[in-house]
Nanobody, 120 residues
Framework: QLQASGGGPVRTGDSLRLSCVVS????????VGWFRQAPGKEREFVAA???????FYTDSVKGRFFISRDDAKNAAFLLMNNLKPEDTAVYYC????????????????WGQGTQVTVSS
């Protein structure tokens, strides 16, 4: 199970750190991804961290968002800086054992999502 948390209402320019805690399994066995879904839009890739430590980001968040993991705590994180209204969405963490990092269908397990709302 994945439990995502840390979302909330913020203003433009604020920061948030989302957390994703894994229970009933070992985070170490998986690569981690974050996706988001805004109202009326499809779920989109945000960030991923490979087993190697390599990280990938969608262009709109590069330099502002940072994905990390703490395998000892069985948790992953998404630090979001300089938030913008267009970042408003439900954010989901997900785990995969293979496939493509930016392809939602590659992910085996999903958290329930946490709402991030950025006002101007």
């Amino acid at each position: 199970q994945l439990q995502a948390s840390g979302g909330g209402p913020v203003r433009t320019g604020d920061s948030l750190r989302l957390s994703c805690v894994v229970s009933g399994g070992r985070l170490l066995s998986y690569a981690v991804g974050w996706f988001r879904q805004a109202p009326g839009k499809e779920r989109e890739f945000v960030a991923a961290r490979q087993w190697s430590g390599d990280t990938f980001y969608t262009d709109s968040v590069k330099g502002r968002f940072f994905i990390s993991r703490d395998d000892a705590k069985n948790a992953a994180f998404l630090l979001m800086n300089n938030l913008k209204p267009e970042d408003t969405a439900v954010y989901y963490c997900a785990l995969r054992s293979g496939g493509f990092y930016n392809y939602a269908h590659s992910y085996d397990f999903w958290g329930q999502g946490t709402q991030v709302t950025v006002s101007s």
